[in-house]
């Protein structure tokens, strides 16, 4: 089934003065596929996708989009786990776990654990790992980067459940950055929850961290909502099972229906399609 292609645009970019990096993007076209992929889920449960796919997009956006990068996040609240896949050929995807409705609860809640990885077709992947802190989604993010990749930065995301508008900022200064421009850039952070999210464009927030217009864009991407699956690739899968598991998966012969987690597609297959693929007899 063909998939929509919902873009969103990231920027990375380094302020006229080169005291500070950041990357900002809109997120809000993610939404629609989320919404689509999973109609299960709650608002709020899609709000919190979309925040963790727009963390991992800010952090491929440090690597120039050249690596894959994966965000997990095992929760103890209502989200038992949310999973964030971004490609570097401009793909994205995401799933969300949900043990229970969240009511009046955060829907990540610590004890948890928060799994970063990062690959590149050249090498084996680093994967990193760190225990949930205290504070929202943005608050692990930024403890990951201090912690793992020693790295000081500011994280800010954003997600509105009746409307989709989301996005995220990821701001980082470099070594060596004054004093009086730090304390403008904090002054600036902050002063963003008064800018509604819909105004919040990947060039507005330059001009907002830049504190004016001249930032230098080192990159930039647009980053589609599409999932990896597919017939071909699921019956390789299965494949693998073996013989004694194939017959447990066909009772009587009936046929197999296998739903993707991260877009919602269904595939139906039957025993006799495995055997066209060379499979157990």
């Given amino acids: 089934m063909p998939q929509p292609p919902y873009a969103a645009r990231v920027i990375r970019a380094l302020t006229s003065d080169h005291q500070v990096r950041f990357a900002a993007l809109n997120a809000s076209p993610l939404w629609d596929g989320v919404r689509r992929g999973h109609p299960q889920l709650e608002a709020g449960a899609c709000a919190v996708l979309v925040e963790l796919l727009a963390a ?47 009511g009046t609860r955060s829907w990540l809640e610590p004890p948890g654990l928060l799994q970063v990885m990062r690959s590149n077709p050249a090498g084996q992947p680093y994967i990193g790992k760190l225990a949930m802190v205290e504070g929202p989604l ?98 390789q899968t299965l494949l693998g099972f073996g013989q004694e598991r194939v017959q447990e998966m066909f009772p009587a012969g009936a046929p197999l229906e296998v739903r993707c987690d991260y877009c919602g597609q269904v595939y139906a297959i039957s025993r006799e399609d495995l055997m066209g693929e060379g499979g157990p007899a």
Avoid: H
Avoid at 74 to 80: E, F, I, L, N, R
Avoid at 203 to 222: D, K, P, R
């Fill in 56 to 102: 991992t997009l800010l952090l491929q956006s440090r690597t120039f989009f050249s690596e894959r990068v994966q965000l997990l996040l095992k929760a103890s609240g209502p989200a038992k786990s949310v999973v964030a896949d971004a490609w570097p050929d401009g793909g994205i995807r995401g799933m969300l776990d949900a043990r229970c409705p969240a």
């Fill in 138 to 235: 943005q608050a692990q993010v930024e403890a990951y980067l201090l912690q793992s990749e020693q790295v000081q930065a500011s994280v800010t995301l954003w997600c509105e459940p009746g409307t989709g508008e989301s996005g995220g900022l990821l701001v980082e200064p470099l070594p060596g950055c004054p004093p009086e421009r730090m304390a403008a850039l904090v002054a600036a952070l902050e002063g963003l929850e008064v800018v509604p999210f819909w105004e919040r464009s990947p060039e507005f927030l330059g001009t907002w961290v830049n504190q004016g217009e001249g930032a230098e864009i080192l990159a930039s991407a647009e980053m589609k909502y599409r999932c990896r699956c597919g017939r071909a690739a699921l019956l």
